[in-house]
């Protein structure tokens, strides 16, 4: 597999016109690593996967109007394993995010995606954990 130019991926990102996610918050966790597995960019054949996860995180970031941190976005092979990822993970895919709000509980940011969900406005997997929330565009609903 060749190596994903950052800067293309970033200028697509970029033609996205998020409101409220630069590009740059959405590389980064490219250069994560675990010991010696690092993770890396999605393929490009991966790229628009994540388009309706981001616009949705985007159009929540708008209602709540509080920082989101993007924790997790894509992961390759390797690296979900180490993470604890699950085989089937959707970040393996690009289509699922794990994030947190400044200011807000993960319950919290849960209970509002899932008005956001049932308003419409995405299909897809809502998780809640502890420390953060999984949000993705997997085209079918899921709840954890």
Same mark, same amino acid.
């Not at 590009?23 to 690092?38: F, H, L, N, S, W």
């Not at 420390?131 to 565009?137: A, E, K, S």
């Given at each position: ?41 999605? $393929?490009? #054949? ?12 985007? +159009? *929540?970031?708008?209602?709540? @109007? ?29 289509? $699922?995010? #794990? ?12 209970? +509002? *995606?899932?008005?956001?969900? @049932? ?26």
């Amino acid at each position: 597999m060749s190596e994903v130019d950052v800067e293309a991926y970033e200028a697509f990102l970029a033609g996205l016109r998020l409101r409220y996610f630069t590009p740059r918050e959405i590389t980064r966790y490219a250069e994560a690593a675990r010991g010696d597995v690092k993770n890396g960019l999605p $393929a490009e #054949d991966l790229w628009e996967n994540i388009v309706p996860t981001l616009w949705t995180l985007d +159009q *929540l970031r708008h209602y709540i @109007k509080r920082p989101i941190r993007l924790t997790s976005l894509y992961r390759n092979e390797k690296y979900n394993k180490v993470c604890g990822g699950s085989r089937n993970s959707f970040h393996k895919q690009n289509i $699922a995010i #794990d994030f947190q709000v400044d200011g807000m509980s993960p319950n919290a940011a849960f209970n +509002q *995606l899932l008005r956001m969900r @049932k308003t419409g406005c995405f299909v897809g997997g809502l998780g809640q954990y502890p420390t953060f929330t999984h949000v993705d565009t997997r085209g079918t609903i899921a709840t954890w």
